[in-house]
T-cell receptor, first 113, second 114 residues
Framework: GDSVTQMEGPVTLSEEAFLTINCTYT??????LFWYVQYPGEGLQLLLK?????DKGSNKGFEATYRKETTSFHLEKGSVQVSDSAVYFC????????????FGTGTRLLVSP | DSGVTQTPKHLITATGQRVTLRCSPR?????VYWYQQSLDQGLQFLIQYYNGEERAKGNILERFSAQQFPDLHSELNLSSLELGDSALYFC?????????????FGPGTRLTVT
């Protein structure tokens, strides 16, 4: 079945450092890809998405590019802030039929001042 | 605020008991999804309803059931509870059922089974 693999956390960075969180997927066909963020005590919020190969999703300084050849959707940000500390989930869904999200295990990001 | 509400926020109950979790989707959304987040299983899709009908099923135990009512709110019923059912249960809603529509998540219900 479909699956998503994320890098283990926690990722610990200093403020203004560059962030990369790796995500690879296994799926039949061509899924849509998502990054969700979960702040402490809250539900998940969609951060960005890409629905086809070579699409780049971006939001709030975060970016991820849908790479079909490497089945990857790595999350990047040029300069992290303390407020970016959260758990980040990579997810996929099929592009046809009824959408259900398949999530990775999540990566905790800790940013210190 | 996503517009999706879930009650209660926290629930503590004993093994063998039955509980009901409630979800109200965003105004106008027809599709409701339930997910379970636990330490050992991560975030897993349980079940989806669209306009009152069950449309997709994931790793949902037979002890669990759900329904969506005519006003589109949904309830997840968990019975014969076990310690391993302790988890955060999320509800999400989207405008439609098929295709690529953003899912908006509620704040979750934290269930603790003692």
């Amino acid at each position: 079945g479909d699956s998503v693999t994320q890098m283990e956390g926690p990722v610990t960075l200093s403020e203004e450092a560059f962030l990369t969180i790796n995500c690879t997927y296994t799926a039949t066909g061509y899924p849509s890809l998502f990054w969700y963020v979960q702040y402490p005590g809250e539900g998940l919020q969609l951060l960005l998405k890409a629905t086809k190969a070579d699409d780049k999703g971006s939001n709030k300084g975060f970016e991820a590019t849908y790479r079909k050849e490497t089945t990857s959707f790595h999350l990047e940000k040029g300069s992290v802030q303390v407020s970016d500390s959260a758990v980040y989930f990579c997810a996929l869904s099929a592009n046809t039929g009824f959408q259900k999200l398949v999530f990775g295990t999540g990566t905790r990001l800790l940013v210190s001042p | 605020d996503s517009g999706v509400t879930q009650t209660p926020k926290h629930l503590i109950t004993a093994t063998g008991q039955r509980v009901t979790l409630r979800c109200s989707p965003r105004s106008g959304d027809l599709s409701v999804y339930w997910y379970q987040q636990s330490l050992d299983q991560g975030l897993q899709f349980l079940i989806q309803y669209y306009n009152g009908e069950e449309r997709a099923k994931g790793n949902i135990l037979e002890r669990f059931s759900a329904q969506q009512f005519p006003d589109l709110h949904s309830e997840l019923n968990l019975s014969s509870l076990e310690l391993g059912d302790s988890a955060l249960y999320f509800c999400a809603s989207s405008a439609q059922g098929e295709g690529i529509y953003e899912q908006y998540f509620g704040p979750g219900t934290r269930l603790t089974v003692t």
